[in-house]
Nanobody
Framework: QVQLVESGGGLVQPGGSLRLSCAAS????????IGWFRQAPGKEREAVSC????????DYADSVKGRFTISRDNAKNTVYLQMNSLKPEDTGVYYC??????????????WGQGTQVTVSS
């Protein structure tokens, strides 16, 4: 059974940091790209970042470049999203997703349940 479990969300002040984790099981993790997405209230879900299967390539939305860093540990079947210099507009539910193959250009195969990130003073 495919499972993607996000953790690490919470309430943080503007300028603060959070580290999200995505623990995966039930599929060949080391052969799949993993992406992070977010959905703010009243808005559509948007892509935030992605890391390919070998961790040799990463993508970032323009809005988070220079502030967020994605990484993966294939020995632990886990992907991380380090979020620094957080802004109120980063608020939303963050989801990790398994892609259908090694590169980030593949479509999403399955989603996690999400973790709430709230940036507010």
């Amino acid at each position: 059974q495919v499972q993607l479990v996000e953790s690490g969300g919470g309430l943080v002040q503007p300028g603060g940091s959070l580290r999200l984790s995505c623990a995966a099981s039930g599929f060949s993790f080391r052969y799949r790209a993993i992406g992070w997405f977010r959905q703010a209230p009243g808005k559509e879900r948007e892509a935030v970042s992605c890391i390919n299967a070998s961790a040799g390539s990463t993508d970032y939305a323009d809005s988070v470049k220079g502030r967020f860093t994605i990484s993966r540990d294939n020995a632990k079947n886990t992907v991380y999203l380090q979020m620094n210099s957080l802004k109120p507009e980063d608020t939303g539910v963050y989801y990790c997703a398994q892609k259908m193959g090694p590169p980030c250009s593949n479509s999403v195969a399955s989603w996690g349940q999400g973790t709430q990130v709230t940036v507010s003073s």
